[in-house]
């Protein structure tokens, strides 16, 4: 029995220009998922994977011209009319989003987004048993029953994706597209989710269609694979026979990169001796936050309002030219403490000390001077580019807001580093939006903004996390290029091991608020001391233990 025919499906988003020719995101791809199947989607950012999934669902802007079928159970999704697509959306096949944001309404709480979604769906259910049945399939992805009253906003992002992930099974679907859902989360966590999702499967014959960037982790949870570049599926068959033997060379390229990155480094220079100062030293940092209680529990329920320590006595030095590693869990309070350190929010306790100066004594401007020799690349470069303004004046505006430089002056360091970053022709990238680069080439745009007021440190939060491997390994190549050319220290913040090893001198792992063990990265991967160090080397995968 066919779940889902994909039948020579061509796909174009709507033109600008009516009178331009149709660039195909998906061309002429066709395949066939049964009940059970696991299918695994691998491809680089922008080759028309993301654009399958949305296809699938109806959810393409309008006047995207589509050619080809797409039937589920024999009936085309194309004929549908909205009101059945509103019904078949959920039931049938359920959609888990790489940005976990574009599911959730940021004003209602993680119990409304429960209770809607069930209710829209089946409005005879009875409150209670919606609320039953969500609270167990909150629990089941990791989302405490306390946390049901709290808003997007609380969380995590990798808590905000389990969440999202819990919307998607709530009303037990037939088909399962994940586009990239465990992008933000770390190894423990995203093994566990899949372990679910695969259950599922198993236990209820479901179809999954796994989109991802991550063809170790696609390897383990998937039966058969599809390589895709350019809007074309180039090779598919089975998985393991994949691994060992690709066959197109962009599946070669492909499985290369990763096996660059997960190669064993040279042994990092000798420990910073003492004599040397650190660039940024973390004193006893705390960041606590209290959750608000409601009108019931204040009235019915003593005591004070239940304590988050999200950063709890952490104590850290870096120092000048090295990488220094950040890893654990989602939710662990990685980028809490990043955002703490860079005085965006202020610490409950503890000091800061950047250059020898305690962040937390300096003025709003000193501390606007400070920031200067102090980025940040985001994991979403979306996070520091304005999709109204052109690459070139978002990686020329912090040179605006420090008065370092303006007009041409401005314009020739933008031209620069564009062309260091790999943006090249550089003024053709500078007119560009960032909607219209791929999510490699936005995150390389970010790097520029973080590199124009020459800064002595850049904090790094999951900075590669959402790319493909070929276009990591790239980033991260360039990462390693720029601190040397830029005399840069970083922190770098991230939940892939395979990552921190190849880039990092030093990893501190961190969970539930703490850093529990800080070594050398070397003797850290063959000689882990903590047991929850231990519990995170044994989940990451590999191509090898995939294959």
Sequence with gaps: MTLLHIDQLRIAYPQTDPNDPLTWAVDDVSFQLAPGDRLGVVGESGCGKSTLGRAFMGLLPP???????????????????????RKFRGEEIALIFQDPMTRLNPLMTIGDHCIETLQAHRPKLRFQDAKTQALNTLEAVKIPRNRWSQYPHEFSGGMRQRVAIALALLLNPKLIIADEPTT?????????????LRGLCDEQNLALMLISHDIALVGEYCDRLAIMTEGKIVETGNTREILQSPQHPYSQSLLNAVRELQEVQPPPPPDPTSSISPLLQVENLQQHYSLEQNLIERLFRKGKPETIKAVDNVNLSLYPG????????????KSTLSRTILQLVKPTAGRVSFLGRDLGQLSPQQLRQQRRQMQMIFQDPHACLNPMMTVGDSIADPLLIHGLAKGKAA????LSLLERVGLSPAATYARR???????????????ARALITHPKLIVCDEPVSMLDANVQAQVLSLMKDLKEEFDLTYLFITHDLWVARFLCDRIAVMTQGQIVELAPTEDLFR????????????????VKSSA
């Design 63 to 85: 006047g995207s011209h589509l050619e080809g079928d797409i039937r589920f159970q024999g009936q085309s999704i194309l004929s549908r009319s909205p009101g059945q697509l």
């Design 411 to 414: 314009q020739d360091q933008v």
């Design 322 to 333: 090295e990488i220094f590693g950040l890893v654990g869990e989602s939710g662990c309070g």
């Design 433 to 447: 939006y960032p909607r219209e680069l791929s999510g490699g080439q936005q995150q390389r745009v970010a790097i």
């Design 527 to 542: 000689n882990p001391q903590h047991p929850y160090t231990q519990t995170l080397l044994n989940a990451a995968l590999s």
């Design 184 to 196: 933000s989360l770390d190894v423990t966590v995203s093994a566990e989710i899949l372990d679910e």
